[in-house]
C-alpha cells in the first residue's frame, strides 16, 4: 500500500524525466570541441532503469550545437595551427638550405685549401727539383773545370819542362871552338836587329845587364841547371829574378859590347858558373840545332 505522498514522491514520470536529465561538469558550455565539421556531440545513455523497476529500452542521443563564437574559434585555432605548422616546416626548410650553403662553403674551402697545399707542394716539388739539377750541373762544370784545371796544370807542367829556340830565325856564322886565338865559347847567328829572343824553357833570369864585353847581356838558369847566356842584345826585355816560360820573349837582337855586327851570341853552361859546352849538340839533343 502506499500513500499520497510516497506516490507523489515516486511519480513514474518524475522519474523517467530525473533518469533521462545528463548532467555537465560545470563549464562544459566553454569546452572547444576539436572538430569543426562535425559540431554536434551525441552523447548516448544505454541500460538505464527506473526506481519503479521499468527498463529503458533505448535512449535518444543528445545533440549539444557549438555557438557561432566558439566555432569561430575553433576554426582560428585551425588556422594557426595549420600556419604554426607551415611556419616551422619553412623554418626547417630554410635551416635545411642555411645548413646545406654553410656545408657548401665549409667543404669549397676545405677543397681550396687542399688545392692550394698540393699547388704548394707540387711547386716546392718542382723548385727542389730545379735546385737539385742546378747543384748537378754546378758539380758537373766543378768536375769539368777541375778537369780541365788539371789537364792545364799538365800540359804547363809538359810545356815548361820542353825546349824552343831561342831564335827563330837567322844563319849561323860562327861556332864553338878557337877562333882568333881565343877559343869561342859560343854560337854567333846573325839576324836583323830587333829579332826577338825568347827563353828557351821554363827558368829564372840571374842576370839582366849591361856587362863591356857581351853589350846588354841575359843569363837564364832553367829548371834542370842549365844556364844560357844571351849577348849583344839591342833591348833586354826581363829583369834579373824575373821568371820566364818557354817561348817567353826575354829581348832583341843587337850589336851591343865587342860585336861586328848584328847577331846573337849564344852559351850554354850545363851546371852554371863559367864552364861552356858546344851549343850545337846540347841543342840538337832538344830539337833546337838543325
Sequence with gaps: MSSPKYQGRHHAGHDRGRSARVHLPR????????????????????????????????????TFALTGQQTATARTEQATDKATKTDLAQRRQASGLQTAALQGRVEEKQRAARTAKRKAAAAAAARAKAAAERAKAARARAKAAARAKAAARAEAARNAKGWVRAIRTGQLTSGFGPRWGKTHDGLDIAAPTGTPLYAMS??????????????NKIEIRYWDGTVSWYGHLSRRDVRTGQTVAPGQRVGLVGNTGHSFGSHLHLEIHPHGGDNP????PWLARRGLFR
Design 27 to 62: 563549464g562544459f558550455s566553454r569546452f572547444v570541441l576539436p572538430t569543426v565539421a562535425a559540431a554536434v556531440l551525441v552523447v548516448s545513455a544505454t541500460g538505464a532503469t527506473g526506481s519503479t523497476g521499468a527498463a529503458v529500452a533505448e535512449s535518444a542521443p543528445l
Design 202 to 215: 821554363r827558368g829564372t833570369v840571374i842576370l839582366s845587364d849591361f856587362v863591356p864585353s857581351f853589350g
Design 277 to 280: 859546352i858546344d851549343p850545337a
